[in-house]
């Protein structure tokens, strides 16, 4: 019985702190919900009576009369709603809305964003604004935790008689935070309380910080999206938005071609103080490298720029039409310090989004992260002056004197290598940029490979200059080879320097494939440990080629390199598939390959592999391409190296039974004999005639067959299936 009476006891209790909760704003206190209430604004965009559209919004910042809002940039998107221009569709911002204390006021868009969705409004001459919610501070955010979505959902909809909407606060939890490859917040996912018109309003914690943005909704799933609160901070802070490369002349020229980069600058609070930009002249398809530290790109050149009107400008020479593009950096200078754009690549009459985050502030020395997850130190000019390490020059003076010793030196190198005499040799120079003349040194097949599964070189292929690397070598002093005068440095280990000559990342060679998931630069590596084994692998889809009598196709690994001790071969179905439905944006794109390593050259180790699917990827890693083939993979170039013809196995013939022939007389007809003679020779004659004839029809038909039929032939299918109609997208906007 007592247990029952605290049993009850302990539900009325709960159920009256729960009662009391919901009395003080659900988790908010007082002042923060009536600070919240204040600052969210009911948006109208359009003409009363025509079509338009409406949203939320809110407050951010107070300057005497005037007033900044934040909402999303298609709820102010009035592309559709145009007659003349957007000037004439008004945008109107209502406070207090659906209150007596009512105010509405004209507004105008001072900075849009496409992606992230974002905008911002300014209403001038309204005195008395209210308090704007506070970005200062973001609140730390985790699953599970308690958020409320403030505005005005379904708009009018919601209304009591002919006024407009009274705001609505719901409660949602989050239930994740989408992150980028860098670790950065991108979106926080949240369950409940977003429906249409909340787009725009501001989903705050339970102490009032902001958390986000409504943006959008999964329909039908509960599930909505929310920007993340440092995203709203670095538009007001100041960023870049879309980019152009504009030629100044529409003629076309086979020589230098001048043109023009125009940036557009969203800087609503004029926190941008100074600009410089960087460029480097490329051809369209050099994707720009990603990095994950600060630092303009080592070979770009620095260009005065111009700012009228919100328009950054800076005049550039492109050297030839071939090199119609731009790879862009910029550094925009502010009262707290700098930050450094992420490189971008622009063709000429691209129209190219803003770059992505808020880019990086400098630091004392950076890293070059590679798709792989392996850092570099940033390409440089200069060897670093700290090293511990013997001068490469000093070797090169008096190779002799180091033969048979293990020695330390430092270099540059543009981390390439070529094969000369049967040697895999490294590239490497003095710090005076040239190439030492009394040394040659070799490195190991799987070292070299190590070195070229980087892709170094892929970042800015078909540069003017070659970008170099400090490097750091161990290795022993052998004898000159041959007749080559040069004597040998055997690499055993490879280093990359910082600029403080400390190591980032060392290569060592390696007998064996490592353990762990296979990669496309481990079959490249290692094929002989795959062979026969069927594997899904990320990479990259470059495109296909040609190759002798089969279908070839161009893989890049997880740094975008080309795997170079792989042939790679498609069905004349995957040929087609490539050519048709890979259009040349998409090249270059991350992909995921089902293979099947067909076999290994057992004389240099060279694999062979073909490829049965393909899944081109977006770069959130969704699938937005698949191509599949179950027709036959030709290998010509398995069967011209190391296919041998089968050996002719010849059987001992063995002797018949003995049969007594039949006895002619020892006198016997001169002229019969003479007479089965000619017989005899003209059966000959015409039997071999008759050979002849068999043998010249086989003989052509196998050419045919060897014109025609080498390559495999899928029957075309005749019938296209109509696809089933579905929404790939399951987001829709507030």
Same mark, same amino acid.
């Given at each position: 019985m007592f247990a029952k009476l605290c049993l009850r006891v302990g539900v009325v209790v709960a159920v009256v702190a729960a009662q009391i909760g919901m009395a003080r704003g659900q988790g908010l206190t007082a002042e923060n919900l009536?600070?919240?209430?204040?600052?969210?604004?009911?948006?109208? *965009?359009?003409?009363?009576?025509?079509?338009g559209a409406t949203g939320s919004g809110f407050l951010v910042r107070v300057d005497g009369e005037t007033g900044y809002i934040v909402t999303n940039n298609h709820v102010i998107d009035v592309s559709d709603l145009m007659t003349d221009n957007a000037a004439m569709v008004p945008i109107r911002v209502v406070f207090n809305s659906g209150t007596p204390i009512e105010r509405t006021a004209t507004a105008q868009v001072v900075a849009a964003l496409e992606q992230p969705d974002l905008a911002v409004l300014k209403v001038e001459k309204m005195k008395g604004l209210p308090k704007p919610l506070d970005l200062s501070d973001p609140p730390k955010l985790m699953e599970t935790s308690t958020v409320y979505v403030c505005g005005f959902p379904f708009g009018a909809k919601l209304a009591s008689a002919d006024k407009n909407p009274e705001i609505s606060i719901g409660t949602a939890t989050v239930s994740s935070i989408r992150t980028d490859k860098s670790g950065q917040v991108t979106n926080v996912q949240l369950n409940g309380a977003l429906n249409p018109g909340n787009s725009g309003g501001p989903v705050v914690a339970t102490d009032g910080k902001l958390v986000g943005v409504a943006v959008k909704t999964v329909r039908n799933a509960g599930i909505g999206i929310a920007i993340p609160q440092h995203?709203? #901070?670095?538009?007001?802070?100041?960023?870049?938005?879309?980019?152009?490369?504009?030629?100044?002349?529409?003629?076309?020229?086979?020589?230098?071609?001048?043109?023009?980069?125009?940036?557009?600058?969203?800087? /609503?609070?004029?926190?941008?103080?100074?600009?410089?930009?960087?460029?480097?002249?490329?051809?369209?398809? *050099?994707?720009?490298?990603?990095?994950?530290?600060?630092?303009?790109?080592?070979g770009l050149?620095?260009? /005065? *720029?111009?700012?009228? =009107?919100?328009?950054?400008?800076?005049d550039v020479v492109l050297p030839n039409a071939e090199s119609s593009a731009v790879i862009l950096q910029l550094e925009l200078g502010y009262v707290n310090g700098k930050i450094f754009t992420f490189p971008v690549t622009i063709s000429v009459g691209e129209d190219r989004k803003a770059p992505k985050g808020p880019g990086f502030r400098p630091s004392a020395s950076g890293k070059l992260k590679l798709p792989s997850g392996i850092e570099l130190p940033f390409p440089t000019d200069t060897r670093p002056a700290k090293s511990d390490g013997t001068d490469i020059s000093e070797i090169n003076r008096t190779p002799e004197a180091y033969l048979d010793k293990v020695v330390k030196l430092d270099a540059m190198s543009p981390c390439t290598t070529s094969e000369t005499g049967g040697l895999q040799e490294l590239y490497v120079e003095t710090e005076a940029g040239n190439a030492p003349s009394n040394l040659r040194l070799t490195i190991s097949k799987d070292l070299a490979l190590q070195v070229q599964d980087l892709?170094?070189? =892929? !970042?800015?292929p078909n540069?003017?200059?070659?970008?170099? !690397?400090?490097?750091?070598?161990?290795?022993?002093?052998?004898?000159?080879?041959?007749?080559?005068?040069?004597h040998v440095i055997e690499i055993e280990e490879l280093s990359f320097l910082n600029d403080d000559a400390t190591v980032t990342t060392t290569l060592k060679p390696e007998t064996s494939a490592p353990g762990g998931k296979p990669t496309l630069s481990l079959v490249?590596? !290692?094929? =002989?440990?795959?062979?026969?084994?069927?594997?899904?692998?990320?990479?990259?889809?470059?495109?296909?080629?040609?190759?002798?009598?089969?279908?070839?196709?161009?893989?890049?690994?997880?740094?975008?390199a080309k795997p170079l001790n792989l042939d790679i071969f498609v069905s004349k179905e995957m040929f087609a598939l490539v050519e048709s =439905?890979? /259009?040349?944006?998409?090249?270059?794109? /991350?992909?995921?390959v089902t293979i099947v390593v067909e076999t290994v050259d057992p004389r240099s180790g060279h694999g062979f592999i073909g490829v049965t699917k393909i899944e081109v990827l977006d770069e959130s890693g969704k699938i937005v391409k698949t191509l599949n083939s179950t027709g036959k993979i030709d290998y010509p170039a398995v069967q011209a190296a190391i296919v041998k013809p089968p050996e002719r196995t010849i059987e001992k013939a063995v002797a018949p039974t003995e049969a007594k022939a039949p006895a002619v007389p020892e006198k #016997?007809?001169?002229?019969?004999?003479?007479?089965?003679?000619?017989?005899?020779?003209?059966?000959?004659?015409?039997?071999?005639?008759?050979? !002849?004839?068999i043998l010249k029809k086989a003989s052509k038909a196998k050419a045919d067959d060897d014109d025609d039929d080498d390559r495999p032939k899928p029957k075309p299918s005749r019938t296209k299936t109509k696809p089933t109609k579905t929404d790939d997208n399951p987001f829709e906007n507030l």
């Open positions: 009536a600070t919240i209430k204040a600052a969210t604004v009911y948006i109208q *965009v359009g003409k009363p009576g025509g079509p995203e709203v #901070a670095t538009l007001l802070r100041g960023r870049t938005g879309k980019m152009l490369l504009l030629p100044k002349s529409n003629a076309p020229s086979e020589g230098e071609i001048p043109a023009t980069i125009q940036v557009e600058m969203l800087d /609503p609070f004029s926190g941008i103080k100074s600009i410089a930009a960087y460029y480097m002249a490329v051809r369209p398809n *050099v994707v720009a490298p990603e990095l994950v530290s600060p630092g303009i790109l080592p050149m620095k260009v /005065p *720029v111009k700012v009228i =009107d919100g328009k950054a400008t800076a892709g170094v070189q =892929d !970042f800015l540069l003017v200059t070659q970008l170099k !690397f400090a490097v750091r070598i161990v290795g022993k002093v052998k004898k000159p080879i041959g007749r080559d005068s040069r490249n590596r !290692f094929p =002989d440990k795959y062979k026969g084994q069927i594997l899904t692998l990320n990479g990259a889809l470059m495109g296909v080629r040609t190759a002798g009598k089969g279908y070839g196709v161009e893989l890049g690994n997880e740094n975008n =439905d890979i /259009p040349k944006e998409m090249l270059r794109s /991350p992909a995921k #016997a007809n001169t002229s019969l004999m003479v007479g089965l003679g000619i017989g005899a020779a003209a059966l000959c004659l015409a039997g071999g005639a008759i050979m !002849f004839y």
